[in-house]
């Protein structure tokens, strides 16, 4: 069994053989942790990229730019238009291809005006087994990902980044808000901040860890087993008033609970 220490070790060697990168920076606990890391062995040498859209929730964004700012860290905040894109608005299976090209392409070129050639995201070593097509373009673009590269999955991340004392550590795991709806569902910005308002006001009830789906009219919702039956008893009719004011005509909870990638169970 590999020592999480020699794990960081090999992960802050690789990082030193770059001399410097851009890390595409989400604020969420795998980036976070590739630029805390980074920054701890580069330097100034390590930029991070923010990009801003329409499928990033606000306070996602603020919390990012809290990270940067908080520890007066160089940065970019780049905003791109990813509703003009026919290949992700229409939502076709590879919808995160496309996504991913636009974004990361972006993020090139700010790396490129900072005279810096590598660009790094935070992709884990768990990340390959999933229904990923934003890997193919990760690969297309020569996106690196330390930690893939060194074998870092997800559990030891959080552990690393709690010894680091980093505010991500406990962070729920969170995707784009395009990864809300079925595909074939057409995305706009409407649509969107529905989905984002009705996660706003679930995790203002105290939940973490779940999800909002929209299917058309029928806002699904999945949550944690274990907060299947409070949520029941507590705030089930203050839920279903809320979303019908967001829009949605009908609420579901789906008794299977919150599991990454239920949309992809179709495919």
Sequence with gaps: MVDLGDKLASLKSVLSNYGSIAVGFSGGVDSTFLTAVAVETLGNKCLPVIVKSATL??????????FVQSRNLDYRLIEIDILAELNFTENPPDRCFHCKLKTFNTIIAAAEAAG???VADGTNADDPYDHRPGLKALQKLHIISPLREVGLIKTEIRLLSRQMGLPTYDKPSSACLASRFPYGHHIDREKLLMVENAELFLHSLG???????????????????????PFMDKHR?????HFKIL?????????EGYRTGSLNEVL
């Design 237 to 241: 009719q203050t839920v279903i008033n």
């Design 57 to 66: 929730p606000q306070w996602e964004l603020e919390q990012a730019l809290n």
């Design 247 to 255: 829009g949605f005509k009908y609420i579901a909870l789906d008794l």
């Design 116 to 118: 810096i050639d590598i």
């Design 207 to 229: 939940y973490d860890g779940f999800r909002v789906r929209h299917h058309g009219d029928i806002a699904r919702i999945e949550l944690n087993p274990a907060d299947i039956n």
